[in-house]
């Protein structure tokens, strides 16, 4: 008998175990979802799986330099070490979830020596005096909760999602960090160019003053001539200072993303003659598999959505089944004998009645949580398709300012030319030199600081289309119940 009454008791609380979890099912919601990008870019329309190198992505820019930051960002970069402790902590909190499917077995050794007053109450019978005993006890104590209506399979879910999305989260970090790494790099080569061009420019513009100096000795030119002349040549010098300031500081900024003391930090300089790789868009829709924001909020959407059924799972009733077997004696020389042996099994069913709102409000929070989560999940998306949207409208706009710029260096080049010759020849005054010098200066600055800027849209654009990354990575990281895990401490 004792052993049928076992096995209905097991029988019946597998079976409702196996009842759906309350609370809502889980579908990703609906958000906008444009066919085609406004602007396609300076190159065709693809798949950015087939281009964008796994998890390298900065490889398609074939420059050694930056692939050594890459490379010390990754190995050293305190915000990624950050955002992987993260990810452990999500992983242990799945785990402390998934222990409540599994019984609780413990075991409590225990002695105790007291004595009892001759005073005490009789209770009706006769007090004969103190009594002074010692008990020994080694009780095992087995404790398990049936998942009745899915309160533990709903807290899985929520931290199972929970911990994909620190995942998610984590490769977020990856990515901007990468890519700031690579902007920053790309805007130092940009400063490198501006300073080279500056120093050119003063080196010419040193041979120019002295042309200006020997023929105002001679006689021939005015002193006005010397004086804006070397006027420019010390405003050029100040531009070539504060431009290698600014070098300093992005060195600096590299050397936090690489975790570096900003003192022993050194980049190399580097040329802005890089040819552009081309970088397929892919349609808008790939943006939700292929961000790792992207995913991050659609995990925790996820999670928010089980926490409404584990709220839900208050207004339904909860099992608790116990059971305890050991021994116990006054004496040690006796315990461990058959007359010492105890044991007791029971249940104990509680059904909420009335909390006074309690359950219910936790619902209405747990329902509110999830509007937030939806909220922010399709705002990622919006801010994902503007920002792929901006880095092909900067990427089509500077192809097109690099050739007319380009042009315009060209031109600005030979309106200086000329003008020296002129004056040279006592054609027009010195004011026309100074005028073509700085409009040459500018030119070619402002080409460096097209082509850097280039550079920098196109490392928007890989972050934006998600650097190569793939959100079914995710599928393999949830924890499942296994046989190992139950007999863990």
Same mark, same amino acid.
């Given at each position: 008998?004792?052993?049928?009454?076992?096995?209905? %008791?097991?029988?019946?609380?597998?079976?409702?175990?196996?009842?759906?979890?309350?609370?809502?099912?889980?579908?990703?919601?609906?958000?906008?979802?444009?066919?085609?990008?406004?602007?396609?870019?300076?190159?065709?329309?693809?798949?950015?799986?087939?281009?964008?190198?796994?998890?390298?992505?900065?490889?398609?820019?074939?420059?050694?330099?930056?692939?050594? %930051?890459?490379?010390?960002?990754?190995?050293?970069?305190?915000? %990624?070490?950050? #955002?992987?402790a993260r990810v452990e902590q999500a992983r242990a909190l799945a785990?402390?979830?998934?222990?409540?499917?599994?019984?609780?077995?413990?075991?409590?050794?225990?002695?105790?020596?007291f004595r009892l007053s001759a005073n005490r109450p009789s209770l009706g019978g006769v007090v004969d005096g103190p009594v002074t005993q010692s008990a020994w006890s080694l009780p095992f104590v087995l404790s398990y909760e049936p998942d009745l209506f899915g309160k533990t399979r709903r807290s899985v879910e929520a931290a199972n #999602?929970?911990?994909?999305?620190?995942?998610?989260?984590f490769e977020n970090v990856k990515l901007v960090l990468a890519a700031e790494a690579a902007a920053d790099y790309f805007t130092l080569s940009e400063v490198d160019a501006e300073i080279r061009i500056l120093d050119d420019t003063v080196a010419s513009m040193e041979k120019a003053t002295a042309l200006v100096q020997n023929r105002h000795d001679g006689g021939v030119a005015s002193g006005l001539d010397l004086a804006q002349e070397q006027a420019l040549l010390e405003s050029t010098r100040t531009q070539a200072a504060l431009e290698r300031r600014l070098r300093a500081n992005y060195e600096h900024a590299l050397a936090v993303l690489c975790g570096a003391p900003a003192q022993d930090f050194r980049?190399?300089?580097?040329?802005?003659?890089?040819?552009?790789?081309?970088?397929?868009d892919g349609v808008p829709s790939d943006l939700l598999e292929r961000r790792p924001d992207i995913a991050m909020q659609e995990r925790l959407m996820a999670a928010a959505n089980a926490q409404v059924g584990v709220a839900t799972s208050a207004y339904y009733p909860s099992l608790q089944l116990a059971a305890s077997a050991g021994i116990e004696s006054t004496g040690i020389g006796n315990l461990i004998s058959l007359p010492s042996s105890?044991?007791?099994?029971?249940?104990?069913?509680?059904?909420?009645l009335i909390s006074g709102g309690r359950i219910r409000a936790g619902v209405d929070f747990a329902k509110a949580g999830y509007q937030d989560s939806v909220a922010q999940y399709r705002q990622t998306v919006?801010?994902?398709?503007?920002?792929?949207?901006?880095?092909?409208?900067?990427?089509?706009?500077?192809?097109?300012?690099?050739?007319?710029?380009?042009?315009?260096?060209?031109?600005?080049?030979?309106?200086?030319?000329?003008?020296l010759n002129r004056y040279t020849g006592g054609l027009v005054t010195y004011l026309d030199v100074v005028t073509?010098?700085?409009?040459?200066?500018?030119?070619?600055?402002e080409a460096a600081q097209i082509q850097g800027s280039r550079l920098v849209a196109s490392v928007m654009l890989v972050k934006g289309l998600g650097g190569g990354w793939d959100a079914r990575s995710l599928a393999g990281m949830p924890l499942k119940p296994s046989l190992k895990t139950a007999i863990q401490p």
């Amino acid at each position: 008998m004792r052993r049928a009454r076992i096995t209905v %008791l097991t029988g019946l609380a597998a079976l409702l175990a196996a009842c759906a979890p309350v609370g809502p099912a889980y579908h990703t919601p609906p958000v906008p979802q444009p066919a085609a990008w406004h602007t396609e870019g300076p190159w065709r329309q693809g798949d950015p799986r087939d281009q964008i190198p796994k998890g390298a992505w900065w490889e398609i820019f074939r420059d050694t330099e930056l692939n050594r %930051l890459e490379t010390a960002v990754l190995a050293a970069n305190q915000d %990624l070490v950050s #955002a992987g402790a993260r990810v452990e902590q999500a992983r242990a909190l799945a785990s402390v979830a998934m222990s409540n499917f599994y019984p609780q077995v413990g075991v409590s050794p225990s002695f105790q020596r007291f004595r009892l007053s001759a005073n005490r109450p009789s209770l009706g019978g006769v007090v004969d005096g103190p009594v002074t005993q010692s008990a020994w006890s080694l009780p095992f104590v087995l404790s398990y909760e049936p998942d009745l209506f899915g309160k533990t399979r709903r807290s899985v879910e929520a931290a199972n #999602a929970s911990y994909q999305a620190a995942g998610a989260d984590f490769e977020n970090v990856k990515l901007v960090l990468a890519a700031e790494a690579a902007a920053d790099y790309f805007t130092l080569s940009e400063v490198d160019a501006e300073i080279r061009i500056l120093d050119d420019t003063v080196a010419s513009m040193e041979k120019a003053t002295a042309l200006v100096q020997n023929r105002h000795d001679g006689g021939v030119a005015s002193g006005l001539d010397l004086a804006q002349e070397q006027a420019l040549l010390e405003s050029t010098r100040t531009q070539a200072a504060l431009e290698r300031r600014l070098r300093a500081n992005y060195e600096h900024a590299l050397a936090v993303l690489c975790g570096a003391p900003a003192q022993d930090f050194r980049v190399e300089s580097s040329s802005l003659a890089k040819d552009l790789p081309a970088i397929p868009d892919g349609v808008p829709s790939d943006l939700l598999e292929r961000r790792p924001d992207i995913a991050m909020q659609e995990r925790l959407m996820a999670a928010a959505n089980a926490q409404v059924g584990v709220a839900t799972s208050a207004y339904y009733p909860s099992l608790q089944l116990a059971a305890s077997a050991g021994i116990e004696s006054t004496g040690i020389g006796n315990l461990i004998s058959l007359p010492s042996s105890l044991w007791a099994v029971g249940a104990t069913l509680a059904q909420p009645l009335i909390s006074g709102g309690r359950i219910r409000a936790g619902v209405d929070f747990a329902k509110a949580g999830y509007q937030d989560s939806v909220a922010q999940y399709r705002q990622t998306v919006l801010v994902a398709f503007q920002e792929v949207e901006d880095a092909l409208a900067g990427l089509e706009v500077f192809a097109s300012g690099a050739k007319s710029q380009d042009a315009a260096v060209t031109d600005s080049q030979l309106a200086l030319n000329m003008a020296l010759n002129r004056y040279t020849g006592g054609l027009v005054t010195y004011l026309d030199v100074v005028t073509a010098q700085q409009s040459l200066l500018s030119n070619q600055r402002e080409a460096a600081q097209i082509q850097g800027s280039r550079l920098v849209a196109s490392v928007m654009l890989v972050k934006g289309l998600g650097g190569g990354w793939d959100a079914r990575s995710l599928a393999g990281m949830p924890l499942k119940p296994s046989l190992k895990t139950a007999i863990q401490p």
